[in-house]
């Protein structure tokens, strides 16, 4: 029989910040550090709570740290540390099973992660502890059109911009898109509208003009949300979906068209978005209007409650 392994896993208190963020980040436990200073200034700028930071210490060595973000919408983005050895795969499941189950499901419902291709380890840890896989991302990118153009839609469509008033007409439209999606199915039906729509507004800058919502006459057809990144002089494409019987008729295509046209006036450089690589339509619609892929990620779900 090998040596008995002693694994404890505890919420880290504020004096131990530093060093369990330091495994966080860079997989040592030592405190300070570039990659520790810039998060640092980067959580106080955004205002990100690090209550929810926990460590797992194996025979009284750290081992392996967590952080639970919350975010708008009922979400939480679990980062771990850079894992090295299969051998961390246990104790880095009880933590992270430890940090979900610490979670209040009336504020977090649906727990978050993005790996890197290479974080094999991490992702048999995050299964381990009841993660599935959501969705294989890519994130793509592209400069904004230098003409920008009108939004031109079929007859008979025709686009609102967010505000209370037309907030019904967002909730059916993006219920809508949901029907027969290839963009992540897996989250269908574990959120709430109020939660997605919360979720969305918290993406970037919220600005009710950079939300469109496509009509034809009282029927919902489909939405573009746009929002600012201020500190990456970019436009994101949060969402764009259409309903099931207007696909394939080259809407999309002009939505995108005019969003790339709003990249300018929003003092943007660049418009960024994230698609399913299962996507493969609105794959070959990013494509063809050349934006280029220059990260992917494994996304990853654990659903409280």
Known sequence: MGPKTDCAIARVDAADQPEALGLLLTGRPVAGGPAVDHFLRHADTHKLQLDQLWLATVNRQPAAAALVVPNPG????????????PAL??????LVKAAAASQDPAKV??????????????????????FRELAHLLYMQRRG???PQPLQLPDGLEAVHYSPEHRALFERAIQLSYEQTLDC????GLRDMADIIAGHMGTGQFDPQLWYALHCGEEPVGVM????????????????GLG?????RGIARRLLEHGLGVVKQASAGTMI????????????LYRSAEFVTYSRKLAMIFVLG
């Open 145 to 147: 059109a230098r003409n």
């Open 273 to 284: 978005l994230a698609v399913d690589e299962s996507n493969t339509p609105a794959f070959q």
């Open 89 to 94: 795969v246990g104790p880095t499941a009880a």
């Open 74 to 85: 009922r979400t939480g983005m679990l980062f771990v540390s850079p894992l090295l050895s």
């Open 225 to 240: 949300l746009l929002s600012a990144v201020p500190q990456q002089r970019a436009l994101e494409l949060v969402y764009l």
């Open 109 to 130: 419902r649906l727990l978050q992660a993005l790996l890197e291709p290479s974080q094999t380890v991490a992702a048999d840890a995050l299964a381990a502890a009841g």
């Open 185 to 188: 199915p897996g989250l269908v």
């Open 244 to 248: 099931p019987a207007w696909r394939g």
